[in-house]
């Protein structure tokens, strides 16, 4: 079974369109080196939770919009060398430099899938 790489962020409505630029420009680098496919989704219907939420897993401000991704790998293993090789890479470095959101606040972790229809 595939392997999915997500992420949550909260990123500052004004900067949508960086994020979406940087993603695009992102996105080549992950199939490079393995990745399936990658998926960017701008918050629309976020509603607040009575325990917790996506906002206050990423602390998001007023200003912010949360934004759900993933990246499907064919198997861990890819992912694992793929993450190995997108941390060296000059490329992804400097797109590190030009964040539009604050990486800090960002929660992400690998997931084995469980039911793929």
């Known amino acids: 079974m595939n392997y999915i790489d997500g992420f949550v962020v909260a990123v500052p409505a004004v900067n949508k369109e960086a994020y979406r630029q940087l993603a695009a420009k992102a996105a080549p680098l992950f199939k490079e080196f393995g990745a399936i496919r990658i998926v960017e989704?701008?918050?629309d219907d976020v509603p607040p939770g009575t325990v917790t939420d996506f906002r206050g897993a990423v602390k998001a401000q007023e200003d912010e919009e949360v934004v759900f991704s993933w990246i499907e790998y064919p198997s861990k293993q890819v992912r694992d060398e793929a993450n190995q090789k997108l941390m060296a890479d000059p490329r992804m470095k400097a797109m590190g430099d030009q964040m539009p959101f604050d990486g800090k606040r960002m929660i992400?972790?690998?997931?084995?899938?469980?039911l793929d229809e």
């Open 41 to 43: 989704c701008w918050g």
């Open 108 to 114: 992400y972790g690998g997931f084995a899938v469980l």
